[in-house]
């Protein structure tokens, strides 16, 4: 059973920052693109960044200019930088990894902007 583990989250005040990061197995990082994802209650999973295996990232329209992903294979790292948050974006974030043989999700960690 593919493991992706998450760290990071927690509370804060708009305009404030937190980051993310996530750590899986090897081949994981080397074969898979992998991605931030988000859900608000009562809301779908929504992308929010997506990063190739050769580094290219993709951003919601939402987290262009705040957020930043980083993606370190070498030491299976995924990192999400958020800078200027606001409440709209309180939700439980996810790492994902999209595979040819599957998909596979953190376990989401939970981040609250309080106004």
């Known amino acids: 059973q593919v493991q992706l583990v998450e760290s990071g989250g927690g509370s804060v005040q708009a305009g404030g920052s937190q980051k993310l990061s996530c750590t899986g197995p090897?081949?994981?990082?080397?074969?898979?693109?992998l991605g931030w994802y988000r859900q608000a209650p009562q809301k779908d999973r929504e992308m929010v960044s997506k990063s190739s295996t050769d580094g290219t990232t993709t951003y919601a329209d939402f987290a262009r200019g705040r957020f930043t992903t980083s993606r370190d294979n070498d030491n299976k790292l995924l990192s999400l930088q958020m800078n200027n948050l606001q409440p709209e974006d309180t939700a439980r974030y996810y790492c994902?990894?999209?595979?040819?043989?599957?998909?596979?999700w953190s376990q989401g960690t939970q981040i609250t902007v309080s106004s």
């Open positions: 090897e081949h994981i990082f080397r074969r898979c693109e």
């Open positions: 994902g990894a999209l595979c040819d043989w599957g998909g596979f």
